[in-house]
């Protein structure tokens, strides 16, 4: 990492607002809505309407600061997250601040995958958390069905290393030959430090992994998951 990196890491949002009853689908349908009904504009349009925002957010209507929220979320910068964080925190419109909510886990993936030239998928979380945790549902194939572990042994190996990372894990159970963890993350954790870790700890699991934090996968995600990777 450049020390440019290192810079822009010290001043990176150490703190997000975590709600344990999570982030409703009607705000993450409608985030996507939005974006999708911007994401083909014109670039001046999209600049402009951000500008106004920071300049004078009072001055805009609930529509354009959803859609400044939006944008902002893609921009990869500090200043753009702090700007949505403080409309969450100073805006009383539970519909806005909804949406704000949405922008702020977009916005700190994106900052990570600015600063880290990698790229993270984009989560949206509607498993809520607890203190400064988000909740995971994360699942691992075992490369032979014959070599599963029982429960419990899994369970420990799994607890054993979310210990060392300040993590918690809440519960694990067999979902079509899978091991699916249901797991509490600090924010500042990225999510593959530990599913990696687990896998490269465990030499009897495949190296892919399932991952999400927006609800409990069903089994037809799970098998779709299975065929995607083979």
Known sequence: MSQEQNDHMDSFPDKMNIFEKGISEESFNEFYKILGGIGNADEK???????????SPKSCSEQEVKKALV???????????RLIERTYNENQNLSIKNIA??????????????LMDEQFGIISTGLGGEGNKLRYYLAFRPRDREDCLPKGDIFSRMESLCSTLKSKVENVEEVKGCYLFKILLPTDLAVGVLA???????????????????EKPDDAQIESWIEDYG
Not at 71 to 81: A, F, N
């Open 101 to 114: 909510l949405v922008a702020l886990r977009n916005a700190r993936m994106y900052l990570e995958s600015e």
């Open 71 to 81: 944008l902002l979320s893609k921009k990869g910068d500090v200043q753009s997250y």
């Open 45 to 55: 349009y999209k600049n402009d309407l951000i500008s106004a925002y920071r300049s």
């Open 196 to 214: 990696e870790g687990f896998i490269e700890k465990n030499e009897l699991l495949l190296d892919s992994y399932f991952c999400t934090n927006v």
